[in-house]
């Protein structure tokens, strides 16, 4: 039987229903994290951006078509704007790769906005795995614009 999509009663509460549906690669419990709206972005590892619900549920059934993606969020860094939460992670992604399972390091970007229906998801933008964790560097000053 089907679990009731979990409370959003938080930015937390939505981010940890999203990832928990990205590792167990269930669409709806993921697209119930997602605001259903068409300003919504979403931007995957080398990917184009997507605009749009359908776009980005198209994008997420084609991401889990073979089943979850063990990412686990992790150096969490959250800026507060009101209806408005932005969530700065790193994710630690298990790859698949000849010589067995490996780690990408996924810089990510989750914008949460406050909804009729709860906090929601209205941005996730991630870069391309990087084989090293990254190091968190407090005002650091190499800017590429």
Not at 66 to 76: K, S
Request: proline content about 7%; glycine content about 10%; overall charge negative.
């Amino acid at each position: 039987m089907r679990q009731p999509p979990p409370p959003h009663g938080s930015p937390d509460d939505t981010e940890n229903a999203f990832y928990d549906a990205l590792n167990q690669g269930d669409i709806e419990r993921l697209m119930a994290c997602w605001a259903e709206e068409e300003d919504i972005v979403c931007v995957l590892p080398g990917g184009p951006r997507l605009v749009g619900y359908a776009a980005v549920r198209a994008a997420m059934e084609l991401l889990l078509a073979n089943g979850g993606v063990a990412a686990v969020p992790e150096q969490l860094h959250r800026l507060d704007a009101g209806s408005c939460r932005v969530h700065s992670v790193v994710e630690r992604v298990a790859v698949a790769g000849h010589d067995g399972t490996g780690v990408a390091w996924v810089l990510a970007t989750n914008v949460y906005a406050k909804t009729a229906r709860g906090w929601r998801m209205v941005v996730h933008h991630t870069s391309p795995g990087e084989a090293a964790e990254p190091a968190e560097r407090a005002g650091a000053r190499r800017l590429l614009h």
